[in-house]
């Protein structure tokens, strides 16, 4: 069988995206909405690319190591963010890596961030490519002799497996799927899905402490790790693999969310679990979002802890739900390895109800070992929207369609406001910049102090303005967030887009800190510059 290919402008493979007849019921549907017509055009090929040439040349002890093959340094150039697909889509290519190094070990990986300290090369590590933030792209300025973008896709095997204490060590450069599989014959689970579980590498959840499958309690991967290594320019890094400690700041922390600016995570252990055996959906709808948000509110302080518990708008659960016309719809979701669930979904139906909820699909409940199942109906259309959901972004921005994602965390009390203030500020640039528009919002994760609203925009846009366009209206929601209270991002990463506004949401004094540790670390400024930290 012939390996599939990914694509090296858009999301995921070739062969899974939208067909023709898609994109034009896509953009039937937009123009309807948006009062215009949309006509679909074609990406730039590969070979019509004009990419700059390498500006250093790969030793011979490490040529092994490095290529500067077409199709993986154009891929290689830009994350999946929307503004990286446009520019890709129009073969706007102009901070291409120069070489591509993909190392098999971790010897490997310290000669060749040897070889950038030496000469004078960013090092920027690319995990699957998956950044919505622009953390991988190699615009690294004019002080770095060129740039190498580290892909550690070949170091991606489970090494160790610990069933007493029920934890792996896995190395940094294993995507998701590659993970389970390989866990799968032990039994466990990393059960660590986010939207790009596909393509996206465990190094990459770490670095940049990303928002996975559950919607409480193991939010983060942060929550799943029990020790670190990561191989800094000044020497590795190593935690003690412990449950816990309170021996002063955590090592581990120190790398979390350092989005390769430290150094290249190499690999970790993480806590695993069993499969779920017993699970629980309902899909619960509400006259009006108010109700909505007061009912996730209850479940979340409940102390229930289910496995989804993600709010949508009315026009969130419209688009991928499939809802109709209501103010709001949750989709809750219950799961476990070691008891039936009904009690506690049963539970958190019951608050629902008391804030107006109503569940005209029921709870389905199943049980693997006896093949019930137990999806249907709202809730498995969102699922499947919500996985099929890059794809038809990519669809949409063939047809000149804004179509990008923000978003943030803030308490409950300050989530009012929050909305309120977001919905004001883009719904304004929309209308200003782009004559039409719409925003959507769905909670992704809730604590039991706030949730994490994520907000979805759709916008027609002017071939050859759309970037422009998503820019005024990205300062505009990103403006409102800081003012209303909210984090810049809960679980999308700062990367470069987000640094003017990371800057200021952070203390002064743990910027400074933070600088110092770059240089302890890194003392030529060789990782990923640009990141968090502003490139020397």
């Excluded at 449950?243 to 970790?268: H, K, N, Q, Y």
């Excluded at 017993?278 to 109700?291: D, N």
């Excluded at 700062?494 to 002064?508: K, T």
Aim: charged share 20%; hydrophobic share 40%; with cysteine.
């Amino acid at each position: 069988m012939s390996a599939r290919i990914r694509s090296w402008w858009g999301w995921g493979y070739e062969d899974a995206a939208c067909s023709e007849g898609e994109v034009s019921g896509l953009g039937f549907a937009f123009g309807a909405r948006f009062g215009v017509a949309l006509s679909a055009r074609a990406p730039r090929t590969l070979d019509s690319l004009e990419l700059a040439p390498p500006r250093f040349a790969a030793p011979s002890a490490l040529a092994h190591l490095m290529s500067d093959d077409r199709r993986l340094r154009a891929a290689h150039t830009y994350g999946k963010s929307y503004r990286d697909v446009v520019r890709g889509f129009h073969g706007e290519l102009a901070h291409p890596p120069d070489r591509v190094a993909e190392p098999r070990t971790e010897a490997d990986l310290v000669a060749l961030l040897e070889f950038c300290e030496k000469e004078r090369v960013a090092a920027i590590p690319y995990g699957a490519g998956s950044s919505v933030v622009g953390g991988v792209e190699c615009d690294v300025g004019g002080s770095f002799r060129g740039a190498l973008s580290i892909d550690l896709g070949a170091m991606d095997r489970v090494l160790e497996v610990d069933r007493v204490s029920r934890a792996a060590r896995i190395q940094a450069g294993a995507r998701g799927p590659v993970l389970e599989e390989q866990l799968k014959p032990h039994g466990y689970t990393l059960r660590h899905f986010p939207q790009s579980f596909e393509f996206s590498t465990l190094g990459g959840w770490l670095a940049t402490r990303a928002g996975g499958h559950y919607a409480t309690v193991y939010t983060h991967i942060d929550d799943l790790v029990e020790s670190m290594r990561v191989v800094t320019p000044s020497g590795p890094s190593e935690s003690r693999r412990l449950p816990g400690s309170g021996a002063g700041p955590s090592p581990d922390r120190l790398f979390l969310g350092s989005e390769g600016t430290l150094g290249v995570i190499t690999e970790a252990w993480v806590r695993l679990q069993e499969p779920p055996r017993w699970r629980g959906s309902a899909g619960v709808r509400f006259s009006r979002y108010e109700e909505g948000v007061a009912a996730t509110r209850a479940v979340a302080q409940s102390g229930l802890f289910p496995t989804n518990c993600r709010l949508l708008d009315g026009g969130e659960a419209a688009l991928a739900a499939g809802a109709g016309v209501v103010g709001a719809l949750l989709v809750l979701g219950f799961e476990s390895a070691d008891h039936p669930v009904g009690p506690w979904i049963e539970r958190a139906v019951e608050l629902c109800r008391a804030h107006g909820g109503e569940l005209p699909g029921g709870i389905k409940l199943s049980d693997t070992r006896v093949g019930e199942k137990g999806r249907g109906g709202e809730v498995e259309a969102w699922r499947t929207t919500f996985l099929r959901a890059p794809y038809l972004r990519d669809a949409l921005v063939r047809l000149g369609v804004i179509a990008e994602t923000f978003e943030t965390a803030c308490t409950w009390r300050d989530f009012p406001a929050l909305h309120a203030q977001i919905v004001s500020a883009v719904t304004d640039a929309l209308t200003r910049i782009c004559g039409a528009g719409a925003i959507t919002c769905r909670f992704t994760h809730v604590y039991p102090d706030g949730p994490a609203p994520y907000f979805t925009v759709y916008a027609p846009g002017r071939f050859g303005s759309e970037l422009s366009m998503w820019g005024e209206v990205k300062a505009a929601a990103s403006e409102a967030i800081l003012a209303a209270g909210g984090t810049i991002t809960h679980h999308h990463a700062v990367g470069r887009d987000h640094r003017p506004y990371y800057d200021r949401q952070r203390p002064a004094p743990f910027a400074a800190a933070l600088a110092a540790a770059k240089r302890a670390l890194d003392p030529t400024g060789i990782c990923n510059p640009g990141v968090l930290l502003p490139a020397p």
